[in-house]
């Protein structure tokens, strides 16, 4: 180990210069920086996010439901940098903890707000009836393992992502502590997947929709750079034919999709307002407009 030894302060004050790829938007106090109204489309849902593992996972809930018929769950997806952007006056009204996603349901008589990923998943699921099974055994095994996956990528994404991909230097301590757990949690998925053709047992579900754009990006070795290689995310082998499986469906990728600002042009619709947007909209047709 080479890391300074560290003697925390008796009272801790925030150095804004703590580096690291989102410093400029960390800060230790909630409420807005600035006034700014947000926007608001035709559609009954209205959803401000961004294409984070995160803000996918209710893309993909959208896409699936309209494939499966639900007309009523057209949306409109409104793009919010996390640049400073998540501290507006709008969309801390309609989530006061300035994360994505966040959503506003205007399908009744009055609006109301939803934040929270998993929240989300479980309103748009009861309120059309799909994807989480009505009671019993199944439904508490959906929600076990969508709540699992609420609890656990914290340590994967803030925890193994921030000093893997993101933190001002490397300490060893810090990427070995959350790489084990992290790997512990990868097993934990592969030896459900093992007996399960999805996470939940033999129906896909929302917590197949939570725990994929964070597991499934992983073992894709799509999310922080070379991290699968680090993590033999390949040696996991249930969990490898899972994501496949999920991967290749059509409404997870239309979901993947939205809201992403980074990649392959062709793989970019920023924002979706109609769903002949994935035809004409996509970034590199924007582009070539402009």
Known sequence: MTDAPYTPPKVWTWDKENGGKFASTNRPIAGPTHEKELPTGKHPFQLYSLATPNGQKVTIMFEELLAA???????????????????????????????????????????????????????LAEKFGAFLPKGGEARAETLSWLFWQMGSAPFLGGG?????????????????RYAMETKRQLDVLDRQLANNEFIAGKDYSIADMAIFPWYGGLAESAIYGDAGTFLDVQSYKNLQRWTKAIAARPAVKRGRMVNRTSGDPAGQLRERHDASDFDTNTQDKVEARS
Do not use: C, M
Not at 71 to 86: F, K, M, P, S, V
Not at 170 to 176: G, L, M, N, T
């Open 160 to 176: 193994f992502g921030h000093f893997y991909a993101y933190a001002p230097t490397r300490i060893e301590y810090a990427i070995d």
């Open 69 to 123: 018929g639900h007309t009523g769950a057209e949306y409109d997806a409104w793009l919010i940098r996390i640049d400073g952007n998540q501290f507006g006056s709008g969309f801390v009204d309609v989530n006061p903890n300035s994360k994505i996603p966040a959503l506003i349901d205007r399908s009744g008589d009055k609006p109301f707000r939803v934040f929270e990923s998993g929240a989300i998943l479980v309103h």
